[in-house]
């Protein structure tokens, strides 16, 4: 009774739907209001520097950018030190800075961490 039993619980699970997912192949479903890695549009940043004064972890730094319109400062952001709060996002003025939904930055270095304006795509 109890072999039968113990065939019968190992079976249960045999065929049970796995909990989890081939990853990378297979992803999971985010939610909408899922918070990642930062994108920005370079053509309508206005380098208020908005993004950078509200950050409560110093996570982003103005610094000098190429432009088709000459230097400008723009955001670079440490996802090291990110906390995905989106105030950044929430602050800025022209919506310029947004979260996507992408949340791969695996790196060997912490320098790979820290990305440029133009790295923000
Ligand atoms: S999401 Fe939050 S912690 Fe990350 S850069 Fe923006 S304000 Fe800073
Ligand atoms: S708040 Fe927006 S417009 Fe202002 S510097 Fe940051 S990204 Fe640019």
Same mark, same amino acid.
């Given at each position: 009774? $109890?072999? !039968?039993?113990?065939?019968?619980?190992?079976? %249960?699970?045999?065929?049970?739907?796995? =909990?989890?997912? /081939?990853? +990378?192949?297979?992803? &999971?479903? #985010?939610?909408?209001?899922?918070?990642?890695?930062? %994108? !920005? @549009?370079?053509?309508?940043?206005? =380098?208020?520097?908005?993004?950078?004064?509200?950050?409560?972890?110093?996570?982003?730094?103005?610094?000098? $950018?190429? $432009? @088709? %319109?000459?230097?400008? %400062?723009?955001?670079?952001?440490?996802?090291? *030190?990110? !906390?995905?709060?989106? !105030?950044? &996002?929430?602050?800025?003025?022209?919506?310029?800075?947004?979260?996507?939904?992408?949340?791969?930055?695996?790196?060997? @270095? *912490?320098?790979?961490?820290? *990305? *440029? +304006? /133009?790295? #923000?795509?």
């Amino acid at each position: 009774m $109890t072999i !039968l039993k113990g065939i019968y619980e190992v079976g %249960k699970e045999v065929l049970k739907k796995p =909990s989890t997912l /081939e990853y +990378p192949e297979h992803k &999971e479903n #985010l939610a909408d209001n899922y918070r990642g890695i930062h %994108k !920005l @549009d370079m053509k309508t940043c206005i =380098s208020c520097g908005a993004c950078a004064r509200i950050c409560p972890n110093q996570t982003i730094d103005m610094v000098d $950018t190429e $432009t @088709d %319109k000459g230097t400008k %400062k723009m955001p670079q952001v440490n996802l090291d *030190r990110c !906390l995905f709060c989106a !105030l950044c &996002e929430e602050v800025c003025p022209t919506q310029c800075l947004i979260l996507t939904k992408d949340y791969e930055y695996e790196a060997y @270095d *912490r320098r790979d961490y820290v *990305r *440029r +304006p /133009e790295d #923000l795509k």
